[in-house]
């Protein structure tokens, strides 16, 4: 039997009050970017905080909005978003 792994999101409990979390719930459907952004986080510490881009759908926000079983156009807009607050 696989052994389960644990991994540790470390959030500051200022996280919520940020600016990049504030500018994203600001934004239309923000609570469902918000809440991508948290479950990216999660996925992304698997891997030590990096996707890796397989190529498998014609862009990465579709992989990613694969990965998540989230739709496309709250990755795309979490990910303009992330962007433009020089987050990612």
């Not at 990049?20 to 991508?36: A, E, M, Q």
């Not at 979490?78 to 987050?87: D, N, Q, V």
Request: net charge neutral; with cysteine; hydrophobic share 45%.
């Amino acid at each position: 039997m696989k052994e389960k792994r644990f991994y540790w999101l470390k959030l500051y409990d200022t996280f919520f009050n940020n600016k990049t979390s504030k500018f994203l719930r600001k934004l239309p459907d923000g609570d469902k970017i918000l809440l991508v952004y948290l479950k990216l986080q999660l996925k992304l510490l698997e891997s030590e905080g990096i996707f890796v881009y397989e190529h498998l759908c014609e862009s990465m926000a579709e992989e990613i909005a694969m990965t998540l079983d989230e739709d496309l156009n709250i990755v795309k807009l979490l990910l303009t978003a992330l962007e433009k607050t020089k987050t990612i």
